[in-house]
């Protein structure tokens, strides 16, 4: 007897590894036949034929038309990722900003929204609220689209256990040892969906590497531009997480032993050279605000002004960005001494600025990295804008309906009444 358990969990589990093949073929790779999935996947036909009857009953795929093949025009049924029922909620809550991004399966999207919010002002209590309001309102949104979700990414700019959901350490936020994911859920209340948190520069980085201006690059940097700077690596195609997971704070490298203090408490963090609310102080001291006050101002309609500026020739603003793309190189040469990476991607309020931030960062990374111009890194200016990580923690939660599509469990009938529901 205990043999035969044996064999129905291995069994259980191979097939499970198997419909999570299939539907990541066909994620990557775009709508195909099932000959086509058994050569690319080296499964047995009559095992893609069987995976496929599945996949097909939960509404994971999609028939999309015949295919003709070969000199007398052999038809072949093409299948494509479908999952339209199926919902994924990434969110993101950051010093001043409150982000959600859902789609369903096949990456349609169908909310995004930001809100601004003094989430370091107002404390973890009132923030998980916020978060919670915005969630909600989101999930509302996905299930009248007909998308039920699947799960709830959140993106935090902080020290993250993974594992446990919890935030460790998130300096900016003046978060210390807070179990986000079951304080989430309390919130969101009776909505069935597992939520997972990670660190926001990490998630951003993965969104990069998937589906950004530097996609499929193996070696590349994210660096988040924010109030706080994150950055997400990813080396050799993999994400470094090291060995508690909590890489990436790239912003509080000192660079500089005289200069001021940073939001952890220490002194002359990279972060307090190039961070967005340092940006703002230098060139418009007139846009800083108090910290507490409601609502918080858009990050996009302070750097917007200061694009603005910049381009009406403004010599503080000018001076101002100028100074930050020095930093921004400095920084960067020590990343690029570290990793090696192929570029660094330039997200948030960087990107929106790369015009004038890029010509000097890069001309102080060349002057300052070791291997001069063999290192061969640029930068580049991200297309994700500051929605680079709660996209990211939506591409998460697809993750894992793609790892586990059993967890899916059978649909309810779409089209067709031949559709058989709760096998």
Not at 10 to 15: C, D, E, I, Y
Not at 181 to 186: G, N, Q, V
Not at 324 to 338: D, E, H, K, P, T
Request: glycine share 14%.
């Amino acid at each position: 007897m205990a043999g035969n358990g044996a064999q129905a969990v291995g069994h259980a589990s191979l097939r499970r590894a198997n419909l999570s093949l299939v539907l990541r073929h066909l994620r990557d790779e775009g709508s195909c036949s099932r000959s086509d999935i058994a050569d690319a996947t080296g499964l047995h036909r009559a095992t893609v034929s069987s995976l496929m009857a599945e996949l097909l009953d939960r509404r994971l795929v999609r028939e999309v038309g015949i295919e003709h093949v070969g000199a007398v025009g052999r038809p072949r049924r093409a299948v494509a990722l479908d999952g339209s029922h199926v919902g994924v909620l990434g969110t993101e809550i950051n010093v001043d900003y409150v982000a959600v991004y859902g789609t369903d399966l096949a990456g349609r999207v169908l909310v995004e929204r930001r809100v601004g919010f003094d989430a370091m002002g107002m404390g973890p209590d009132r923030s998980l609220k916020e978060l919670g309001r915005v969630a909600k309102e989101a999930i509302d949104d996905l299930t009248r689209a007909g998308a039920t979700p699947a799960g709830i990414g959140v993106a935090i700019p902080g020290l993250v256990d993974v594992a446990r959901g919890a935030v460790a350490f998130a300096p900016n936020l003046g978060w210390r040892d807070l179990p986000l994911a079951e304080r989430l859920r309390a919130e969101i209340g009776d909505v069935r969906a597992p939520v997972m948190v990670d660190n926001d520069a990490n998630l951003a980085a993965l969104a990069e590497y998937t589906g950004g201006v530097a996609a499929g690059t193996a070696d590349m940097v994210y660096l988040t531009g924010e109030v706080g700077i994150g950055g997400g690596i990813v080396v050799g195609g993999r994400l470094l997480r090291g060995a508690d997971g909590f890489s990436g704070e790239v912003g509080h490298m000192p660079v500089d032993p005289t200069g001021s203090r940073c939001g952890c408490g220490r002194t002359g963090c990279w972060e307090t050279k190039v961070g967005l609310a340092v940006l703002v102080r230098a060139a418009t001291p007139e846009l800083a605000y108090e910290l507490g006050t409601a609502p918080a101002p858009d990050p996009e309609e302070r750097v917007a002004e200061i694009a603005r500026g910049l381009a009406a020739g403004e010599p503080r603003m000018l001076a101002a960005v100028a100074e930050v793309g020095r930093w921004l190189g400095l920084g960067g040469s020590i990343l690029v001494n570290l990793f090696n990476p192929r570029v660094i991607v330039l997200g948030g309020y960087f990107a929106k600025l790369a015009e004038r931030l890029i010509p000097p960062a890069q001309a102080e990374l060349e002057r300052l990295v070791i291997a001069g111009p063999a290192a061969r890194c640029r930068f580049l200016a991200s297309g994700l804008g500051f929605g680079a990580a709660s996209r990211g923690a939506a591409s998460m939660v697809a993750d894992q309906v793609i790892n586990d599509p059993t967890a899916v469990g059978s649909a309810p009938p779409a089209v067709t009444p031949t559709n058989l529901a709760g096998r």
